[in-house]
């Protein structure tokens, strides 16, 4: 076990602790343990609305994985600010590990799909610092929301894990974002309790589709006899036939009757026992909410909701639903940064779905003197070339010119380079005040 799996283990062990023992009072000494039940149960069209039991809901959990695995594959970059707001030419840094390896237990894309479901599912994300080195933290761990008491006394959050007996945690030690919240509210608006009716619904659909097979909510068919019969006679045939008949196994077995009893056949229209309009209109409801397109989780009825191609679609997943859980991920690996340093996730790096398009863009870049050969093979991740003209905006697109075949290079690779497509030319660093001494930021060439 690892220096920091010990740490981090070890304030799991104190979480659990009871208070006597010097920890924190609370029931989180198995973190796998089912969660308590969520402070907005609701009962909505019969059934409990919280966050556990909306992930019954097929729509919610496909949402919830798109959007984690979409947010968790994307690879945060760190860039040191210059002026007074965050710019594309600011430089980058390699990351440190706070950012690249925060959690011991668990990896970067784990823990960036945690925060997107703890946004999706509470509205708010928590990382609490385990470890830091010269005041800065080196690791995290993510506190499950519904776990979370937020109190504000006198201008300041106080956070408390499990009860209000707990001990609170230092502010510094918490970094705290929410999914949507109004002004003054000291946590993030849930996300449940909003859309609770919207939840419920589908929720009661899925109870009454699987009670409708397991129990047979609606009468196969119907026994008539020619006469009354008495109540015993009749608790004796609905026994009877429940028993010989009941069940998949016994459904296509010969029924005998006696005394002019007669069995009547009762159809069930498969479309009315499986709420199919209903559920259909549920899962495009629910994909809405979260700002999701159908396509993606299997609604293929709507898949032109955000444009006609596959790239058009990502491009519009990626502006309007995607970008605004990375900037909220930015947003907390940020604070676990010194001042002047940033974090910050590109979307964009998803739009390439397609290599016709990919070439007729690059092209588009080159035959316009935006972009030099370098700065091309750069944004397509190949290393860069050495060749004459490959730093110039005005070389030759698919032939040398002459001057580049002089053994001076000619003319127009004698031209000063122009700034790079993602970022200015390597800068002048100082690494006498950078926080970690073990670790030190490399400007990029880019």
């Known amino acids: 076990m690892t220096v920091r799996q010990q740490r981090q283990r070890q304030k799991a062990q104190e979480r659990g602790m009871p208070l006597a023992a010097g920890g924190w009072g609370g029931w989180m000494s198995d973190p796998a343990a089912i969660q308590p039940p969520s402070v907005y149960n609701q009962s909505i069209a019969g059934v409990i609305v919280n966050e556990r039991s909306v992930l019954s809901i097929m729509a919610v959990a496909a949402c919830l994985r798109v959007l984690g695995d979409a947010a968790g594959g994307l690879v945060p970059h760190v860039h040191r600010q210059e002026g007074n707001r965050p710019k594309f030419s600011d430089p980058e840094i390699d990351p440190p590990d706070v950012v690249m390896d925060p959690c011991a237990d668990i990896d970067r894309d784990q823990a960036d799909f945690n925060v997107v479901a703890s946004l999706g599912l509470n509205g708010n994300a928590y990382f609490h610092v385990l470890d830091r080195e010269r005041g800065y933290p080196t690791l995290i761990e993510i506190l499950s929301p519904s776990n979370m008491i937020v109190r504000e006394i006198n201008g300041k959050k106080i956070y408390k894990v499990g009860s209000e007996t707990s001990p609170p945690i230092p502010p510094q030690d918490m970094v705290h974002v929410p999914w949507m919240s109004l002004a003054g509210a000291v946590v993030g608006l849930n996300p449940i309790e909003i859309g609770a009716v919207g939840f419920g619904v589908p929720l009661a659909e899925t109870e009454y589709a699987s009670r409708f097979f ?11 006899v020619d006469k009354p019969i008495r109540e015993p006679d009749k608790e004796r045939l609905t026994t009877e036939i429940m028993t010989r008949h009941g069940g998949l196994a016994q459904s296509h077995s010969p029924i005998i009757l006696d005394a002019n009893a007669k069995w009547q056949q009762i159809s069930v229209n498969p479309e009315t026992a499986q709420l199919l309009q209903s559920r ?167």
């Open 214 to 224: 397991a129990q047979g909510i609606h009468p196969t068919g119907v026994l008539s």
């Open 280 to 446: 259909a209109f549920s899962r495009s409801e629910i994909a809405g909410f979260y700002g999701v397109p159908g396509h993606l989780i299997g609604d293929v009825q709507d898949s032109q909701t955000y444009g006609k191609g596959l790239q058009e679609m990502v491009m519009g997943f990626a502006l309007f639903a995607l970008s605004g859980y990375t900037r909220r991920l930015d947003r907390m690996y940020t604070q676990l940064l010194p001042a002047g340093y940033y974090v910050r996730r590109n979307v964009s790096d998803l739009f390439n779905t397609n290599y016709e398009m990919l070439g007729a863009f690059v092209s588009a870049l080159r035959m316009n003197a935006v972009a030099t050969p370098n700065e091309v093979r750069e944004y397509l991740r190949l290393p860069p070339t050495n060749e004459d003209g490959a730093d110039s905006l005005w070389g030759p697109i698919n032939s040398a010119h002459s001057d580049f075949m002089l053994p001076s290079g000619g003319a127009l690779a004698a031209q000063v380079p122009t700034p790079a497509l993602t970022g200015p030319p390597a800068l002048q660093r100082d690494d006498s005040s950078w926080p970690w001494p073990s670790w030190r930021p490399e400007i990029s060439e880019r």
